[in-house]
């Protein structure tokens, strides 16, 4: 069973980073696009950065110049470095893998989300 693991959300000040990681298990990770997602309380869950099997990346404009994702596939692992943080990038960060097939099958894998809180 596909498993994605979050870590290294908490507590911060503005203007503080963070960086979460999220380990993946039972998955041919190298093949799949990894991105995280965020939802705040009361608003929908949007995207926050992607970054393709080939390793090309693309942001949400919120978070631009201020985010960068990377992967590791040695390790199963994608990571979201957060710096000069906002109370407005609080929210709960989901980690996401996504793999669609030759003959169109859809492989879409969600992890169990990690708390980020940035205090003003």
């Known amino acids: 069973q596909v498993q994605l693991v979050e870590s290294g959300g908490g507590l911060v000040q503005a203007g503080g980073s963070l960086r979460l990681s999220c380990a993946a298990s039972q998955i041919a990770f190298s093949i799949y696009d990894m991105a995280w997602h965020r939802q705040a309380p009361g608003k929908q869950r949007e995207l926050v950065a992607r970054i393709i099997s080939g390793g090309s990346t693309n942001y949400a404009d919120s978070v631009k110049g201020r985010f960068t994702i990377s992967r590791d596939n040695a390790k199963k692992t994608v990571y979201l470095q957060m710096n000069s943080l906002k109370p407005e990038d609080t929210a709960e960060y989901y980690c996401?893998?996504?793999?669609?097939?030759?003959?169109?099958?859809?492989?879409?894998?969600w992890g169990q989300g990690t708390q980020v809180t940035v205090s003003s």
């Open positions: 996401n893998a996504k793999f669609r097939s030759g003959w169109g099958q859809l492989n879409d894998h």
